[in-house]
């Protein structure tokens, strides 16, 4: 059973271009999480998702950035206008579904390097 | 809001040494907490857990054991090999599914 997958592992992008970020959740996992890791902090929640609904976007920033999870394919995490501030690893999790007895299963993450 | 802290890195030991990574934590009601590793280039892995007061997680040879006097869920080692070198991340959850996340503790282990 394959784990997570995310790609790209590495993107670089200029200023002011979009990025996306893709992930794969776990077979049979149905809620997927984002979460950024900007360089020397911890993780922070970005938005959780349900297949075509997003439940909590809480930890989104308000503009430029957005996240879907299709019906069909991987979920993504959209970026518009890149700006340095960016620059950070985005990991994303899935679990089959929610609660302290389902583990959130991590992706490899992509290092987003905005020039 | 809750939060989580833990020990700043890097920490640098021999191997066989005796381990410890400190862990507290803030929150309004009684968290789950985790401790995750992540491998050099690899994700996150979930290493150990505790869902409630008392309860002690362990999985190759780690140890946390969760405080509710002292808020706290320090990680422990015996004895460390210098494959355990990684970033260690201590986590809560609040709610039924957002992660708090410490800062990491990067652990070089020399042989």
């Known amino acids: 059973n394959a784990g997570v997958m995310q790609n790209p592992r590495h993107l670089v992008r200029r200023r002011g271009q979009e990025a996306r970020l893709r992930c794969s959740p776990m077979k049979g996992h149905s809620h997927v999480y984002w979460y950024r890791q900007l360089p020397e902090e911890g993780l922070k929640f970005m938005v959780y998702l349900q297949k075509e609904n997003i439940i909590d976007e809480s930890g989104m920033p308000k503009e430029r950035f957005s996240a879907e999870f299709p019906k069909e394919g991987p979920s993504i995490l959209r970026i518009q206008q890149v700006v340095r501030g960016d620059s950070a690893a985005y990991f994303c999790?899935?679990?089959?579904?929610?609660?302290?007895?389902?583990?959130?299963?991590f992706g490899p993450g992509t290092r987003l390097t905005v020039l | 809001g809750n939060s989580v802290t833990q020990m700043e890195g890097p920490v640098t030991l021999s191997e066989e040494a005796f381990l410890t990574i400190n862990c507290t934590y803030t929150a309004t009601g009684y968290p789950s907490l985790f401790w995750y590793v992540q491998y050099p280039g690899e994700g996150l892995q979930l290493l150990l857990k505790a869902t409630k007061a008392d309860d002690k997680g362990s999985n190759k040879g780690f140890e946390a054991t969760y405080r509710k006097e002292t808020t706290s869920f320090h990680l422990e080692k015996g004895s460390v090999q210098v494959s355990d070198s990684a970033v260690y991340f201590c986590?809560?959850?609040?709610?039924?599914?957002?992660?708090?996340w410490g800062a990491g503790t990067k652990l070089i282990i020399k042989p």
């Open positions: 999790a899935s679990s089959p579904g929610t609660g302290n007895f389902n583990e959130q299963f």
């Open positions: 986590a809560s959850m609040d709610s039924n599914y957002q992660l708090i």
